[in-house]
Structure formats: C-alpha cells, structure tokens
C-alpha cells in the first residue's frame, strides 16, 4: 500500500516576547483543497511533534474572515509575509517539502504566530483616516463622487491593515519610526474623497515630519508583497508631492 499523503510543518514557538524561542515540527494528514489554516486546525487536535513524540501546547494563531478580507492570518510563510488563508499546500509544498511558519518580525509578538498590530490602527487615527460627519447631517447630502474618482479611490480602498507591506519594509525596523505605506496609502484615499478632503490639510501634516512620508526609501517591497495589489508607490508619491506643496505654499491659503 501506497503511505499516506502528509503535511510536515515547521512552526516558530515562543511563549512571549521574553521567552526563548524554539520550533516545533508537526506531521498532519493531507487533505483536498488545504491550506495553511486548515492545517495548523490539524495540528491543534493533535499537538504531538514529530521528533520528540511529545504532547505540547496547541499552536496559537490568528484568523477570522478566511477569504483574504481580514488581514488577522498575516504570518511569515517559507520566509515570505502572506495571508495563511489563502496559501493552499498544494501551491506552498507541491512536492510534499515542509512548510515553515513564523510570526512577523515588525510588530509586538504576543505568542507563537500572534502578533500585536496596534500600531497599525493607531497610525490611522493618526492621520485621521475617516470621512468626519459629526454635526454636517442637518446640510443635506454631501458632494458626489465623480466615477472618476471612485476609479482611483477604489484600489486605496481595499487595504486590509494586514501588515505585509510593513512586514517587508527595510524603514520600519526597531531605530526608524516610520509610519509605513498603509496609512500615506490612506492619506490619499481620504484626500480624495469630496468630503473627506475638507480635512486634507490635517492630514497632510500628520505626515510632514521625519517619520512621514519622507521617511520612505524607495524601495518598493511594498507593492511586492500587497495582497491586493494596492499601488504604495503611487501613493507615496502623491502624498509626498501634496505635502512639498502643502509646505511651501499652504500659507496662502491659511
């Protein structure tokens, strides 16, 4: 009889950001159509690594949407940042190889595969990245949006907060602030929006300082990674360009 097809992980463990860390091998049944969640689900049911035979903790991670909506399953998959949703085995390990799984290194770990994304959020509100409305109800509707303009905001709009473009950004690293591609990518998304663009000035100088846009090193390994193939580069630019202008001769118009 033909062995049964199987599924080899290599899974980094750490308990918390100040334990050793370690990693763990695990070998799960194959299944149709599987990917890397469904795997590591596996795993749970059976935490037993494969060279010392012994029962451990259950692998912790993150997931919610499992469509590549959400952005929770981000991890470090064979050395490259992607969603585990959607990285089938088949694709990953089409010869049966083993899988490495790590967290990403940019952000807080909190255990195993779970990483702390706040900064992410925080950063948004940062460059206050929403359409403000309180108290404009009673003036009737707001200005429309042109098709036009609908076509450039759409792909800005799809970010997911997931984190791969900082994951794979040389300028976020631990002696850089730098507030990455997502939120300047959202700079341009709400200064583009007819009511949003109101506040495009507060914006604008969310992301004047050192830690801003003129933060960024061109190196494009954002636009590599994006899941939804948002153009950061784009973005960066624009942005960069309306804050020169912004700066030089945003006093005539104060």
């Not at 914006?203 to 590599?224: F, H, I, S, T, Y």
Request: proline share 6%; glycine share 6%.
């Amino acid at each position: 009889m033909s062995q049964a097809k199987t599924v080899k992980l290599k899974i980094k463990r750490q308990e918390s950001a100040n334990t050793e860390a370690r990693y763990d091998r695990f070998e799960v049944p194959w299944l149709p159509q599987m990917n890397i969640i469904s795997a590591l689900m596996e795993v749970r049911k059976n935490p037993v690594t494969c060279d010392s035979k012994q029962k451990v903790a259950p692998v912790n991670w993150e997931s919610n949407c499992l469509e590549e909506v959400c952005g929770a399953c981000t991890m470090i998959i064979n050395g490259r940042v992607r969603q585990a949703c959607t990285a089938l085995i088949d694709q990953v390990a089409p010869s049966g190889e083993e899988i490495t799984l790590e967290p990403m290194t940019k952000f807080p770990l909190v255990r195993d595969l779970v990483v702390d994304r706040s900064r992410m959020f925080n950063d948004l509100k940062t460059v206050k990245a929403w359409v403000q409305l309180d108290g404009t109800h009673e003036l009737g509707a707001g200005p429309r949006q042109s098709p036009e303009n609908q076509e450039e905001a759409y792909p800005l709009s799809r970010c997911m907060t997931c984190g791969s473009c900082l994951e794979a950004c040389p300028q976020v690293n631990d002696s850089s602030n730098f507030i990455g591609p997502s939120a300047i990518s959202q700079v341009r998304l709400f200064n583009l929006h007819p009511s949003g663009k109101m506040h495009a000035k507060e914006r604008l100088e969310a992301v004047m300082g050192e830690d801003g846009v003129a933060g960024c090193g061109k190196a494009q390994n954002c636009v590599e990674v994006c899941p939804k193939e948002i153009p950061l580069v784009d973005s960066i630019t624009q942005v960069s360009r309306e804050a020169t202008k912004h700066l030089l001769f945003g006093w005539l118009f104060s």
